[in-house]
């Protein structure tokens, strides 16, 4: 959960967890944005500029918090406090969770901010598992070295720095399992209230991993319907679209390590903002692109976003350059 | 002053300050709250999440200097710069800070907001203490180890992040002393003019602290008169009641040690909006608590708090659940 | 660039950067203001309150990040990023960085904001080198022990926490070189469209600085013509003014080491906001001050303000005190 994988909060790496500890970290992302549309814009900017502390209280708890220092995120351009949790991880399988974290829905929005393959989320990723971040509980257990982890959380449903706007709290879960040393399968759901404790809302996700060698194919689709709460801000930063009662999307991405430092990748996605209605909000990108890790702290991505029209071809490409620092 | 009562700026605990130093420093507090009002509400938030660097730059300089990044205190709901000061503490009765702290005004106020008995300070202390932290110069000797101890300030008087609104400063001042080994009297005032230099303000308070084995109890009371800046924010994000010229308030909280990790505690508060109105704006409330110190840096706190109305019976009762970890 | 001028980046003062590190630090600045208008005004407040991280990610990248957290230098108030960049500095003559720092323009304006010798910058820097800070890409050369250095940037001219507001980007540069021991010319330029791509700018500044023993004679004189974008806030906080077609503004400024701990210096300057105006525009303003460093890491500046009129003499001096600590 949080913005970190199951990032060792100091020590834990070694199996058994250290008494007490403090690690100040973060990462950065300035990048290069054009996009080709008429007129044209092209711009430098951060994606994320975070920062933060996690650690050990003692054997039993640990924490971590972070904010977010971007300007090009929040709506209003403004620092916030993102992940905030203590964590009960004395044992591994009933692991608790409180404060403000990632719903524990998909697994494109569950990863690291920092390990993702391309440089934005799914737009169904962005569009469908909104708000991403929350505040709750959560029972999890398993790690990434685990066949088996799982997660399942009560939150407000109302997004981070609000108070939850009913008197019903939203449950999010998501498990996933390696069948195959080669293959993950993975499964999401969310039942909710976005707005008033009279309207529901039904989330389902269901992903898979394949891995041969160098090669790596991940796909995930998410379906969605009912309620929805305009208010929301779409996931990282992106502009929130109006949805039909029913919504779905998927993609699938191919990346191979063609040797250590250089990745190249590709991403197939569709988003359908109302599955009632044909043509209209129904969109496709395609992204080409590769990932450069100059070492294991600094990475560069390059991106480029073909969005597919179905009916007229608009000019929409983006070329998108980031360069990350994490410490 | 500041969030820490006297929180050694590292070093200084052994008694002779080191030369050079800085620690990063923080704590924060999910909070489950639910208000047993009609229609009733719930939700999961942050009191406080606060992240801090402090230390020493020679021998006769420290520094503290602390962000509050918590989205439910300020009332725009944004990240800001909370206590920040230089201390000249070279000799233990005569220190000097300048900056941002917190007025030093009556026994609650003071105490470090991490170290409260009770999830939420006593209404007098956050409607009359405001604003709670201002910009200015203090004096101060004594520690919490010594008998005697005093702080003197001059201040704005507008309170964190803003300019003084005239050319007159705050004055405000408190005095604690150890009269025997269970009992410790203390007083506090303020003379300010929180608008304009024409109309002032007086505030006073009282406080007792009896301690005899592992029970605890502690009473204080403020009365304040005059002028009152109406776009003053109360303390730690409650919302600023309309005051009349005359106004008091007093709260009597006991606790009892258990053992050394159960506190439970019990407190009675009255709060008078306006002395010369009877009945309207009075309100009383009695909370029922326990302190569970998990360890000496997670700490869980639950309040009841019981609102007595005088006349109509309303229901405004809450249960709020704290959990709290520091670093 | 950034907040230091180059501060290494830990390790680097050893001549081989080290291979990994991350350091926390900071400075702020309470500061005692008297403004003798009429109605005067007097407050305390904070001029800057910094915290950052540097460090080394590996032997040729670097970073630096650092956010403002003072109330009285962003116009909403609010908590931002402030410098945040990443630096391949592999090579001394040819490092570039990538994110958001000070356009590489004049001197005062590269002089790391905790060790100007006057409280605040020049008229002129404030005004006419705007918006001070902004995010693009730098090519730079040479440090302070070298005879020659230089910066060139493209950056999208818009300022902090902005997409660029055209398509085209603007370019700045500044080169200083050590003519004699005691004599260093710099000169610098920007060419830039602060609102649209049909509508430049051009910026030129020239500087000298003189040394003899404790003496030390700095000037510096800009002259910027074209379109200017009248949202850019000006420099540190400062107002910014109305502008003509063409305007200029110039300063000298004296000191002498009296010791090793005091520093009393002089400083004359002009601005005006429109060379084509005579009369109405024109300010002159002369700073007489005193630097007294503590120890290296705490310094008090006491500056006396007192502003020229042409025409009617207006009460406008002020009296500026300021405390900085840095860690």
Same mark, same amino acid.
């Given at each position: 959960?949080?913005? *970190?994988?199951?990032?060792?909060?100091?020590?834990?790496?070694?199996?058994?967890? /250290?008494?007490? %500890? /403090? &690690?100040?970290?973060?990462?950065?992302?300035?990048?290069?944005?054009?996009?080709?549309?008429?007129?044209? $814009?092209?711009?430098?900017?951060?994606?994320?500029? #975070?920062?933060?502390?996690?650690? #050990?209280?003692?054997?039993?708890? /640990?924490?971590?918090?972070?904010?977010?220092?971007?300007?090009?995120?929040?709506?209003?351009?403004?620092?916030?406090?993102?992940?905030?949790?203590?964590?009960?991880?004395?044992?591994?399988?009933?692991?608790?969770?409180?404060? /403000?974290?990632?719903?524990?829905?998909?697994?494109?929005? =569950?990863?690291?901010?920092?390990?993702?393959?391309?440089?934005?989320?799914?737009?169904?990723? @962005?569009?469908?598992?909104?708000?991403?971040? @929350?505040?709750?509980?959560?029972?999890?257990?398993?790690? %990434?070295? &685990?066949?088996?982890?799982?997660?399942?959380?009560?939150?407000?449903? $109302?997004? +981070?720095?609000?108070? @939850?706007?009913?008197?019903?709290?939203?449950?999010?879960?998501?498990? %996933?399992?390696?069948?195959?040393?080669?293959?993950?399968?993975?499964?999401?759901? #969310?039942?909710?209230?976005?707005? &008033?404790?009279?309207?529901?809302?039904? =989330?389902?996700?269901?992903?898979?991993?394949?891995?041969?060698?160098?090669?790596? +194919?991940?796909?995930?689709?998410?379906?969605?319907?009912?309620?929805?709460?305009?208010?929301? *801000?779409?996931?990282?930063? %992106?502009?929130? +679209?109006?949805?039909?009662?029913?919504?779905?999307?998927?993609?699938?991405?191919?990346?191979?390590?063609?040797?250590?430092?250089?990745?190249?990748?590709?991403?197939?996605?569709?988003?359908?903002?109302?599955?009632?209605?044909?043509?209209?909000?129904?969109?496709?990108?395609?992204?080409?692109?590769?990932?450069?890790?100059?070492?294991?702290?600094?990475?560069? !991505?390059?991106?480029?976003?073909?969005?597919?029209?179905?009916? +007229?071809?608009?000019?929409?490409?983006?070329?998108?350059? !980031?360069? !990350?620092?994490?410490?």
């Amino acid at each position: 959960q949080g913005c *970190e994988d199951d990032a060792a909060p100091t020590g834990a790496s070694s199996g058994v967890p /250290s008494t007490s %500890s /403090s &690690t100040f970290f973060g990462y950065f992302q300035p990048e290069y944005d054009t996009h080709f549309t008429d007129p044209s $814009t092209n711009t430098f900017k951060f994606k994320r500029a #975070r920062f933060g502390v996690r650690g #050990r209280v003692n054997r039993s708890f /640990s924490y971590y918090a972070m904010i977010e220092t971007s300007d090009f995120i929040a709506s209003d351009g403004n620092v916030y406090l993102m992940d905030a949790f203590v964590t009960f991880d004395k044992y591994e399988w009933t692991k608790f969770s409180v404060g /403000s974290f990632k719903q524990p829905f998909g697994l494109e929005v =569950t990863t690291a901010c920092h390990s993702l393959t391309t440089i934005d989320r799914s737009i169904v990723s @962005d569009q469908l598992v909104a708000p991403q971040r @929350d505040l709750g509980l959560m029972m999890l257990g398993g790690t %990434s070295k &685990t066949k088996f982890r799982y997660s399942v959380a009560l939150m407000n449903g $109302t997004g +981070l720095g609000l108070k @939850d706007n009913n008197t019903k709290k939203d449950i999010i879960g998501r498990a %996933s399992y390696k069948v195959f040393d080669f293959m993950t399968l993975g499964g999401s759901f #969310r039942y909710g209230y976005p707005n &008033t404790k009279d309207k529901d809302r039904t =989330t389902l996700g269901g992903e898979v991993v394949l891995s041969y060698n160098a090669f790596k +194919l991940q796909g995930e689709y998410i379906y969605d319907e009912g309620d929805y709460n305009r208010a929301a *801000e779409g996931g990282c930063g %992106s502009v929130p +679209l109006e949805l039909g009662d029913k919504r779905a999307g998927a993609y699938v991405m191919a990346t191979y390590d063609l040797n250590e430092k250089f990745q190249p990748v590709f991403k197939y996605e569709y988003f359908d903002q109302d599955l009632d209605i044909k043509k209209i909000g129904y969109q496709e990108m395609m992204t080409i692109g590769a990932n450069y890790f100059i070492n294991k702290n600094t990475r560069i !991505q390059v991106n480029y976003q073909n969005k597919i029209e179905t009916g +007229l071809s608009v000019d929409n490409d983006a070329l998108l350059m !980031q360069l !990350q620092v994490k410490f």
